[in-house]
């Protein structure tokens, strides 16, 4: 039962006792207003309920974007950096384009050769795998090439000689509009009618059989160069491959200018790229060196690829001992601060999610001092090693450093550095998103109270009211039983004059009545 409310009064000596429910009971029935103060209570409750699981969420998103790294993470990190650097210095070596461009070379000869084979050529030489490839498989942009500067350019210029998507593209216009696609000697983009329309295709088939097919396998027997300077022991003219074809169709576009080839310096720069003179070594004269011509075409790409993939050696490497240490770490932390007694406890004891040397800002912060170190003593090994080689000079002094820095790492420690700067501005983000819901917190708790009072305070009015009214019913009770007594009394005294006459007419009268107030009968 509800708690219970004593009421006492006494008036006249007459001491009355009252026992009421609490005023939550005797209230008045549920009212409209209470209704709404119920609903708006059960509002502020779901909102501080589902506020707090945000705010949940955001402490653990903050907790993994909080670096807690100690001086030891940092050790390690350092050494790492300076492992994976005299690695690099003593084993990886200078970048070097011949040598890529040699392996290249290799590569694309062996993949034509093979190619020639499967389509059933037998001879053993790669200047016969071409020229068998090239004539079994020819192409209309083939009779264009005066339009295009010659056998030294066109295969740059002539954009459905470019071994990309977009080439495959042009090759297809080619034989639906029967002209074709470059760029003049300035790199402004031109069209132009096919020479020859021997191998435009009169119907869609043959259209789609030289526009797709014939295109790829004459790509194959470009890349490697033509038969005949391959046949005179020459490197030869090969096909742009995906960088500078990409750059060649950019360089089309109204943005350069294309009146004079002195005025586009771009697309100058770019044919040098591409013929080999731009990279060639020049004697005291400022002749080129003739052995020192390396043109950059898919072959060179595919060198340069091959070296930065020697580059990623020692970089690999140090983001391995990095993370292997971390891991290493947290899987000790987690043994000594757990009771692990069989494979089970290990399997499922353990918090695996905070072993994983990713998604984290220590890890991150790790990965960026190792990387940093290892740019560093890298940068300082080029820079030293440039220094002695140059003899003084400053142009040769900052093409010698270019070639035995390690892109890969300057890449790997750019990447690095940008991962632990977003994380730490994502986290203060975070952080201003709790805040602003902490404060919401307090705001929506700050209601509840409001309301939670209000209520009291009706409650309050409505058991005052209570009370006022059972002390008026209790006056009254009093009031009716003095007037009872009053009249009893009144009552008695008549019984009293009475007497006399009672006791001579019906002296049994008395006797009765005084039995029925002792007993009741």
């Keep these: 039962m509800s708690n219970i409310i004593e009421f006492r009064t006494v008036q006249d000596e007459l001491d009355v006792h009252f026992e009421v429910m609490s005023s939550v009971d005797i209230s008045v029935p549920i009212t409209k207003e209470k209704v709404e103060k119920l609903e708006k209570l059960s509002y502020i409750d779901n909102c501080l309920t589902e506020n707090q699981k945000i705010i ?159 295109w790829i396998f004459h790509m194959v027997s470009d890349i490697a160069g033509s038969s005949s300077s391959i046949a005179k022991g020459k490197y030869g003219t090969g096909l742009p491959g995906p960088f500078v074809s990409l750059l060649k169709e950019l360089s089309s576009l109204p943005f350069f200018s294309h009146k004079d080839s002195n005025n586009n310096k771009f697309c100058v720069w770019l044919s040098k790229l591409f013929n080999g003179t731009l990279l060639s070594e020049r004697d005291e004269n400022g002749k080129i060196i003739p052995n020192s011509v390396i043109k950059f075409d898919l072959r060179a790409e595919l060198g340069v690829l091959y070296e930065l993939k020697r580059q990623a050696i020692p970089v690999i490497i140090n983001e391995c001992i990095v993370r292997v240490s971390y891991f290493v770490r947290r899987l000790l932390h987690e043994f000594t601060t757990k009771e692990i007694h069989n494979f089970n406890d290990f399997i499922y004891v353990i918090d695996w999610e905070k072993t994983l040397p990713s998604d984290n800002r220590t890890i991150a912060r790790m990965v960026t001092i190792a990387s940093s170190t290892f740019v560093a003593i890298d940068a300082t090994d080029a820079a030293i090693r440039s220094a002695l080689n140059s003899g003084g000079e400053p142009a040769s002094f900052f093409t010698n450093m270019i070639l035995k820095v390690n892109f890969v790492g300057i890449g790997r420690f750019a990447v690095a550095i940008g991962t632990d700067t977003y994380m730490g501005y994502k986290r203060s983000k975070l952080r201003n998103e709790r805040m602003y819901r902490q404060s919401e917190q307090i705001f929506l708790s700050t209601a509840k109270v409001y309301y939670k009072q209000a209520d ?66």
Aim: proline share 3%; hydrophobic share 40%.
């Design 456 to 521: 009291m305070w009706v409650a309050a009015k409505d058991a005052r009211e209570a009370i006022t009214q059972m002390e008026v019913i209790a006056i009254k009770s009093i009031e009716y039983f003095q007037e009872s007594i009053t009249t009893i009394g009144l009552d008695l005294e008549k019984i009293i004059s009475y007497r006399e006459g009672i006791e001579k007419h019906n002296p049994n009268l008395l006797t009765d009545l005084s039995d029925i107030l002792k007993y009741g009968k």
């Design 56 to 214: 949940n969420d955001l402490n653990s998103e903050i907790d993994r974007l909080t670096n807690k790294a100690d001086g030891i993470d940092y050790t390690i990190a350092v050494a790492s950096g300076i492992i994976s650097s005299l690695i690099d210095s003593f084993f990886v070596g200078d970048f070097s384009l011949d040598r890529g461009t040699q392996w290249g070379k290799e590569k694309v000869d062996a993949f034509v050769k093979s190619v020639a084979e499967n389509k059933g050529y037998s001879g053993d030489s790669i200047d016969g795998a071409v020229r068998f490839l090239e004539e079994k498989f020819p192409i209309p942009a083939d009779s264009a090439t005066n339009i295009f500067g010659g056998g030294y350019n066109h295969h740059l210029r002539d954009f459905s000689h470019h071994p990309t998507p977009m080439g495959l593209l042009f090759s297809m216009l080619t034989q639906f509009t029967g002209k074709v696609f470059g760029t003049d000697k300035s790199g402004a983009f031109i069209v132009e009618d096919v020479p020859s329309k021997e191998l435009i295709g009169k119907d869609l088939s043959r259209k789609l059989e030289i526009g797709f097919v014939n």
